[in-house]
């Protein structure tokens, strides 16, 4: 594997489900990124972290959970989801937080019933 | 917060026409990336700039990062039907912390 995947590709969930986006960068990067991009609208940044810390939280529900257990993985945990959180939501990672390209994954295609 | 004027919000072209979108800020840039998305996919970095006046070329694709730090524009030349999709300028605001922002894209679309 390459670059920066990201499983599942499509997930289609309850309100009441729990679940999880994983994110792995192969890059050797030590920053990593959730994005979450709805239809029509910019790119919404909503997680950072550096060196598997928390250095930006973009005052995301708190429905929305991170988890950074090193520097190559990032997940973000799903609990009790609103039918306006379907969206693509994106990883990306950078050399750090503060330079560097950002590069992408292909995104997880989230459905919310 | 701080946000990136980018235009066109969409165009529509013939193939084989030559596009040009571009982007400005407010505020000085020391870093512009410009990003292509393809639906149901994520961005893909086409061309990174790190210098006022810079002049970069990937292919068909051209970018520059403008003199004054606050703006960058893309042009394609010949547009071919694969060029369809989204195109998102980001930089990098020192005066931020270097935080990376995003504009909002530019969708391209090409007519038959």
């Known amino acids: 594997e390459t670059g920066v995947t990201q499983t599942p590709r499509h997930l289609v969930m309850g309100m009441t489900n729990k679940k999880s986006l994983k994110c792995e960068q192969h890059l050797g990067h030590n920053a990593m990124y959730w994005y979450k991009q709805s239809a029509k609208k910019p790119l919404e940044l909503m997680f950072v972290y550096n060196f598997k810390e928390q250095t930006e939280n973009n005052s995301v529900p708190s429905r929305f959970s991170p988890e950074c257990p090193n520097s190559s993985h990032l997940f973000l945990h799903l609990h009790t989801l609103q039918p306006e959180d379907s969206a693509l939501y994106l990883c990306a990672s950078s050399q750090d937080w503060q330079g560097g390209e950002q590069f992408f994954g292909p995104g997880t295609r989230l459905t919310v019933l | 917060g701080q946000q990136l004027n980018q235009s066109p919000q969409s165009m529509f072209i013939q193939e084989g026409e030559d596009v040009s979108m571009n982007c400005t800020s407010s505020?000085?840039?020391?870093?512009w990336l410009w990003y292509k998305q393809d639906p149901g996919e994520g961005p893909v970095l086409l061309i990174a700039?790190?210098?006022?006046?810079e002049l970069t070329s990937n292919g068909r694709l051209t970018a520059q990062f403008g003199i004054t730090r606050k703006d960058s524009f893309l042009n394609i030349s010949a547009s071919i039907p694969s060029d369809v999709g989204i195109y998102f300028c980001?930089?990098?605001?020192?005066?931020?912390?270097?935080?990376?922002?995003f504009g909002k894209g530019t969708r391209l679309h090409i007519l038959p």
């Open positions: 980001a930089g990098r605001n020192p005066n931020r912390d270097d935080k990376i922002i």
């Open positions: 505020s000085i840039f020391n870093t």
């Open positions: 700039l790190y210098k006022a006046g």
